[in-house]
């Protein structure tokens, strides 16, 4: 059975950084996406970013473009989301999730494609 955790949350003031972790386990595919999306309270969940160990590609939302980048330790088979210049708008409980298997080239932030998920990481941007 597959089980998704994720790390990494807190809080931070404007224009700082965190990384949060995604550690997959349970699975022995080897190819798989895994995205990383947000929801904020009274909103619906957004994609953020997703990453394919197919190709290795990556996408982004156009609101987290050139600040925020994933990438991935296929040894610990950990899936990381660098935050930086966070704003307060990014506040949010973040949740990594796991379509798998996935054998695309590209991976999608569409949160319907994928069916593990892992209980959410809290993070707050406020000065």
């Known amino acids: 059975q597959v089980h998704i955790a994720e790390s990494g949350g807190g809080l931070v003031q404007p224009g700082g950084s965190l990384r949060l972790s995604c550690v997959v386990s349970?699975?022995?595919?080897?190819?798989?996406?895994i995205g990383w999306f947000r929801q904020a309270p009274g909103k619906e969940r957004e994609g953020v970013s997703c990453?394919?160990?197919?190709?290795?590609?990556?996408r982004y939302a156009d609101s987290v473009k050139g600040r925020f980048s994933i990438s991935a330790d296929n040894a610990k088979n950990t899936v990381y989301l660098q935050m930086n210049d966070l704003k307060a708008e990014d506040t949010a409980v973040y949740f990594c999730?796991?379509?798998?298997?996935?054998?695309?080239?590209?991976?999608?932030?569409?949160?319907?494609?994928?069916?593990?998920w892992g209980q959410g990481t809290q993070v707050t941007v406020s000065s």
């Open positions: 349970g699975s022995s595919e080897a190819s798989y996406a």
């Open positions: 990453f394919t160990t197919t190709t290795e590609l990556t």
């Open positions: 999730a796991g379509e798998i298997p996935f054998y695309g080239a590209m991976c999608y932030v569409d949160p319907q494609r994928y069916g593990d």
